[in-house]
């Protein structure tokens, strides 16, 4: 058998893949992700979510000396491929090419039956880049090699009245190559050790940059991190990297992964349309491209149109809303959705998606246009929802529509 393996040196601990195994193959504990041998079979649902490519391993083995998921908890790297047996060399190449066919089946019939009831899952968006789209580089440093960066900027960009905390963090990578691109993120290791006594895991930031820096030409780049003090319940709590990375000061240094991510990437071409529906901290990704376009318009290489739906709770949690405030309206159609502004309707994403809906199937119609959605996981519902609502009043089919997005690589989620 192909035993599907996780590479424990550069998984980055997120979760992504075990939210996404429909059978519970995947599980962990407090070291590695592992995948139960004597229940995966190799639908591939869990690929596309992964930003590292930790998930992408197999290795041939005999059925019954599947290396155990106790054996894969110890393991702190990848061990290597063993040569099978005299003799069954051949029969193992016809088995692969049998796994192959039956995981791209498999695989086929998940992303099918998604887009015909319209629920989100891994195969909500776009398993691949735009076309057009940059090459990324990826895991050029990982848990074993990892890159330090030292904070040249640390700045609240939510107002002092908020309670909501959210920072600006701007690390410099000297003469380190650290080559990105929009959309990409990075993981940061906050020092100390957990409640058993091993260093913490990597936490994972999407990039708030363009590809030239936060200063251009500058071998820097932004995250966007919101300090965490309670859960989703509602409990106190104390963020490990989140309070470690909003508490840094300039000169000090911070150890760093990746880069990570090869779909969420937006498109190299002028006329290119974005369509950017974000909440919270889901908006570093979208500050990144909207400079990135920013800067290319000054000198006419982008022509494109920007589309922005941005929510948060009042108008004081909005990161980034002064500058955001400041970009020509030209340049950047601006919506901005306040769930608990003081005299105003509760207001989401979806809700505005929707009342915009002329305007937003104007887009869609267009093949430059690109999608691209990031905040919180239960935001992707309501945007999935909101979209089959724009696409049914356009007069078309939403299962037609969004099979076409995912195909061309211009439908792409990025939630936790």
Same mark, same amino acid.
């Given at each position: ?95 692969? &090419?049998?796994? *192959? ?5 498999? /695989?086929? $019939?998940?992303?099918?039956? !998604?887009?015909? +009831? %319209? ?72 020092? &100390?050790?957990? *409640? ?5 895991? /990597?936490? $994972?930031?999407?990039?708030? !940059?363009?590809? +030239? %820096? ?82 290319? /318009? ?119």
């Amino acid at each position: 058998m192909k035993q599907h393996l996780i590479d424990p040196e550069i998984c980055i601990r997120c979760n992504s893949c075990e939210e996404a195994c429909p059978i519970d193959a995947i599980t962990h504990d407090a070291s590695n992700y592992v995948v139960r041998p004597d229940v995966c079979r190799s639908c591939m649902a869990c690929l596309p979510v992964c930003p590292t490519g930790a998930i992408d391993n197999w290795i041939r083995v005999l059925a019954d000396e599947a290396y155990p998921i106790e054996e894969q908890f110890g393991w702190s790297a990848l061990p290597e491929e063993q040569p099978l047996p005299e003799g069954l060399e051949e029969d193992a190449a016809d088995e692969d &090419g049998a796994q *192959a066919a039956r995981a791209a089946d498999g /695989a086929g $019939q998940a992303a099918e039956e !998604s887009v015909l +009831d %319209g629920t989100p899952s891994t195969s909500a968006g776009s398993g691949v880049p735009p076309w057009s789209a940059a090459h990324p580089y990826v895991n050029l440093y990982t848990h074993q090699h990892a890159a330090t960066a030292t904070v040249v900027g640390n700045y609240r960009i939510t107002e002092d009245s908020a309670e909501s905390d959210i920072h600006h963090i701007v690390l410099d990578f000297g003469r380190l190559p650290f080559p990105v691109l929009e959309g990409q993120s990075v993981a940061i290791f906050p020092p &100390g050790e957990d *409640a058993r006594g091993r260093p913490y895991h /990597a936490r $994972q930031y999407s990039i708030a !940059s363009p590809r +030239d %820096g936060e200063r251009p030409r500058y071998n820097n780049l932004s995250i966007t991190v919101k300090r965490v003090t309670r859960d989703y319940d509602g409990r106190a709590v104390r963020g490990v990297c989140s309070n470690y990375l909003c508490d840094l000061h300039r000169g000090d240094s911070v150890r760093v992964i990746g880069p990570l991510g090869s779909t969420f990437l937006m498109p190299n071409l002028a006329e290119a349309n974005l369509l950017m529906i974000c909440t919270g901290t889901g908006s570093a990704p979208m500050r990144a491209m909207t400079e990135r376009c920013r800067r290319l /318009a000054r000198t006419d290489e982008y022509r494109g149109r920007l589309m922005l739906f941005f929510g948060a709770r009042t108008q004081r949690e909005l990161p980034y809303f002064g500058p955001l405030m400041r970009l020509p309206k030209d340049f950047i159609d601006i919506n901005l959705a306040l769930s608990r502004e003081p005299g105003q309707p509760k207001r989401y994403v979806q809700d505005l998606l929707r009342e915009r809906a002329e305007d937003v199937w104007a887009l869609l119609q267009q093949p430059e246009t690109h999608i691209y959605v990031c905040g919180l996981k239960g935001m992707e519902l309501g945007s999935l929802d909101a979209l089959r609502s724009v696409v049914e009043a356009g007069g078309q089919r939403w299962p037609d529509v969004h099979a076409e997005l995912k195909a061309q690589g211009r439908l792409h989620f990025e939630t936790y």
